[in-house]
């Protein structure tokens, strides 16, 4: 997989625009997913969920699409702020038992003051 | 802020060593799932935990254990540690078995020498 801080996929957007961070998943069975924030040195943070039987959901500021036909899943951060930089990763339940989350690559967010 | 607390935040052991880690879940939430998160990677699913019973495992070796008691609080048990244990240890605790609404804690650091 992916590294965090290592060799990851880095989105540099200015601050005020509108970020949008991509996630494939393999799984078509996985019926829900998550979008964490992770900072230097602290645990992944929530920041919006969606199940399967869904297209779209947005939060503060945030958007999430699930696109099941080609098994794709974004995040879309409104007025992106110096704040919102740090690491993100998509996670699904694709384990038989849905306990689990499995986490896809991460992407690294810098926002340009 | 999650609830979730982890300690110690910070640990340095030497090989073929033993370590013990603990979590204490949000509150309200009976089950406690742990992830190893090495350096450069997403967070990778150990086990879970629930009604003080493992209740789930990835692809880990027996040398990795763990406990729940009563209060939902966990301990995660890793024996004769190896140099690629070191590692980020994550726990998150949600309010059932599924994948839903996992919060992570802050993590431990492990470094094995």
């Known amino acids: 997989g992916e590294s965090v801080g290592l060799h990851l996929p880095t989105l540099s957007v200015q601050e005020g625009d509108n970020s949008i961070i991509n996630c494939a998943y393999s799984?078509?069975?996985?019926?829900?997913f998550i979008w964490y924030k992770q900072e230097s040195g602290k645990g992944p943070q929530f920041i919006i969920d969606i199940r399967s039987n869904m297209d779209k959901r947005q939060g503060q500021r945030v958007t999430v699409l699930l696109n099941k036909t080609v098994k794709h899943l974004s995040l879309q951060i409104a007025a992106t702020q110096p704040g919102d930089s740090a690491v993100y990763f998509c996670a699904e339940n694709r384990d038989t038992g849905r306990r689990a989350l499995t986490f896809g690559s991460g992407t690294r967010l810098q926002v340009q003051p | 802020e999650t609830g979730v607390t982890q300690s110690p935040t910070h640990l340095i052991k030497t090989r073929g060593q033993q370590v013990t880690l603990r979590c204490s879940s949000q509150?309200?939430?009976?089950?406690v799932s742990w992830y190893q998160q090495a350096l450069g990677q997403g967070p990778q699913f150990i086990f879970q935990y629930y009604r003080e019973e493992e209740n789930g495992r990835g692809n880990f070796p027996p040398r990795f254990s763990g406990l729940q008691f009563p209060n939902y609080s966990s301990e995660l048990n890793v024996n004769a540690l190896e140099l690629d244990d070191s590692a980020l240890y994550l726990c998150?605790?949600?309010?059932?078995?599924?994948?839903?609404?996992?919060?992570f804690g802050p993590g431990t650091r492990l470094t094995v020498t």
């Open positions: 509150s309200g939430h009976n089950t």
């Open positions: 799984n078509s069975a996985s019926d829900y």
């Open positions: 998150a605790s949600s309010p059932g078995t599924s994948a839903y609404e996992q919060y």
